[in-house]
């Protein structure tokens, strides 16, 4: 009889591209950048909170000029800007802060406000502010940390956490099995927040080195967003806009992947950064209110007593004649 033809292998996979390839290596950093440690340490540091400290350390010292504040007013007023974005988060959801649950984050903001503050001779922050590609170097890193911030300490965690007392078992439940919880609104405020909330409550109690003594005024974000204020809402909207996790848009849960989603938020903020500080862009944002304020009819500022205009010419015209005839 006839010999039965070998059945032929299947093709190899195709080879993936070098854009598929390097989104993968992305996505492998930025994952895995959110457990660095300092290498050689005898206990863990956190490396993006040591590098979010000395950002934060030095941007507070640059605000101050040439003035000096009491050593523990410089300290808190550093911790509040560095960690009070995610803090606002935690309280929001009932849950303790996340930094505080480990030596590693405290540790690391020790080490960064020891560096900009307290190193012999200040080579730590003349270099971080004086040499380019070292800042450029730790903005980046630094846009780790505001990526994270939006995604997996600020939306994740608003999106698995919920309290059990505002719902009934079989709710809580049906969460659980669906892997979301909480709401839209909670996802995206706690996204935003986690990402820029430091900055929001330094700029309220002026407590980010611009002046000696704190004081409780209008929080300057409610009379003009700064950059990454916008930078972190764009994003947090971004994000669950990606993943879709309470399917309210009419798209699928996740049309990319969930690590793709966070790299796409990285990048957000490397391009704002890059734009603010390569090429002198002071506000990369700025199209954004007068592109999408006059589909609401908004301006900047509003209310007072209003001006005559359609509502009189429709309703109090016929007064107005009766006036004049009566007269």
């Not at 307290?118 to 940390?145: E, H, Q, W």
Request: glycine fraction near 10%.
């Amino acid at each position: 009889g006839k010999k039965k033809k070998k059945p032929r292998p299947p093709p190899p996979p195709p080879e993936p591209s070098v854009f598929e390839k390097a989104l993968d290596w992305m996505v492998g950093v930025l994952r895995d950048a959110e457990d660095f440690s300092w290498p050689r340490l005898p206990i863990e540091v956190s490396v993006l909170d040591t590098v979010l400290s000395i950002e934060t350390c030095a941007g507070y010292r640059a605000a101050m000029k040439k003035e000096k504040h009491p050593w523990l007013q410089v300290f808190v007023s550093c911790c509040i800007c560095c960690f009070g974005g995610t803090t606002l988060t935690a309280l929001i959801l009932g849950q303790p802060p996340g930094w505080l649950g480990s030596t590693s984050s405290p540790l690391a903001y020790a080490i960064g406000f020891w560096l900009i503050f307290l190193f012999p001779g200040d080579i730590p922050y003349k270099a971080v502010r004086r040499f380019f590609p070292l800042t450029y170097a730790l903005n980046v890193i630094n846009c780790m940390s505001g990526a994270h911030g939006v995604t997996s300490w600020g939306a994740e965690k608003a999106l698995h956490a919920f309290h059990f007392g505002s719902v009934t078992a079989a709710d809580a439940a049906a969460h659980h099995r669906s892997g979301f919880a909480g709401s839209g609104p909670y996802a995206l405020l706690c996204g935003t927040l986690s990402g820029c909330g430091g900055g929001i409550l330094g700029a309220f109690l002026c407590c980010n080195g611009s002046a000696p003594h704190w004081s409780f005024t209008t929080p300057p974000t409610l009379r003009k967003p700064s950059v990454y204020v916008k930078l972190a809402a764009a994003s947090s909207i971004t994000y669950y806009c990606l993943r879709n996790p309470h399917s309210f848009l009419p798209w699928g849960q996740d049309i990319v992947e969930v690590g793709v989603a966070k790299v796409i938020v990285f990048l957000m903020w490397v391009a704002v950064m890059t734009a603010q500080d390569v090429f002198g862009v002071s506000d990369p944002l700025g199209w954004m209110f007068p592109v999408f304020a006059p589909l609401v009819n908004l301006s900047g500022d509003i209310g007072g007593n209003p001006e005559s205009g359609i509502y009189e010419e429709l309703f109090e015209a016929g007064k107005k004649d009766a006036s004049k005839k009566v007269k």
